[in-house]
Antibody, heavy 122, light 107 residues
Framework: QVQVVESGGGVVQPGRSLRLSCAAS????????MHWVRQAPGKGLEWVAV????????YYADSVKGRFTISRDNSKNTLYLEMDSLRTEDTAVYHC???????????????WGQGTLVTVSS | DIQMTQSPSSVSASVGDRVTITCRAS??????LAWYQQIPGTAPKLLIY???SLQSGVPSRFSGSGSGTDFTLTINSLQPEDFATYYC?????????FGGGTKVEIK
């Protein structure tokens, strides 16, 4: 059974940094691309970033490009999101998500975590 | 970027009703479209991919159709557990984008 569990959220001041982690289990982590998707309170879903299975290919939303970095450690079955220069508009629940793979690799999500809340406030 | 527009933003329906949700892309995405369901307080769940392919384990009362720029999610015989918010997402190109969501509420 696929399971992804996010951690690292909390309250942070604007301009500061935060690192989120996502522990994966129930599937062969090193074979799948992974995504981060966020949801501001009471709002819809916003895709943030994706990383390929081996970590070489990465794509980002324009809203976070240059500030956020997605990475992974396949030896630890863990996905990361390093968030720098945080803004109040980055406040959201951040979901870690597994890619479907196959012909849809990097673009289709088939399993999501419950998310971790990041609040950017002074 | 490809913009995804869903309508309606909310719909009231009763158990047993048929519900139809529309998603329009700002450019041709052929069949690169997925639908997700999100029950409040829970993680989203994949329902449909490639516009009309049912994800494993999803009840057959859910169906998707369309191609190009116009797509539809249909829920036949609405069940109590179907009251949720539904999102479309284009899987054609980066950045990946979602529709604004359609909330299916109990009438």
């Amino acid at each position: 059974q696929v399971q992804v569990v996010e951690s690292g959220g909390g309250v942070v001041q604007p301009g500061r940094s935060l690192r989120l982690s996502c522990a994966a289990s129930g599937f062969t982590f090193s074979l799948y691309a992974m995504h981060w998707v966020r949801q501001a309170p009471g709002k819809g879903l916003e895709w943030v970033a994706v990383i390929s299975y081996e970590g070489y290919t990465k794509y980002y939303a324009d809203s976070v490009k240059g500030r956020f970095t997605i990475s992974r450690d396949n030896s630890k079955n863990t996905l990361y999101l390093e968030m720098d220069s945080l803004r109040t508009e980055d406040t959201a629940v951040y979901h870690c998500a597994k890619d479907w793979g196959g012909p849809y690799t990097l673009k289709l999500i088939d399993s999501w975590g419950q998310g971790t809340l990041v609040t950017v406030s002074s | 970027d490809i913009q995804m527009t869903q309508s309606p933003s909310s719909v009231s329906a009763s158990v047993g009703d048929r519900v139809t949700i529309t998603c329009r892309a700002s450019q041709d995405i052929t069949s690169w479209l997925a639908w997700y369901q999100q029950i409040p307080g829970t993680a989203p769940k994949l329902l449909i991919y490639a516009a009309s392919s049912l994800q494993s384990g999803v009840p057959s009362r859910f169906s998707g159709s369309g191609s190009g720029t116009d797509f539809t999610l249909t829920i036949n015989s609405l069940q109590p557990e179907d009251f949720a918010t539904y999102y479309c997402q284009q899987t054609d190109s980066f950045p990946l984008t979602f529709g604004g969501g359609t909330k299916v509420e109990i009438k």
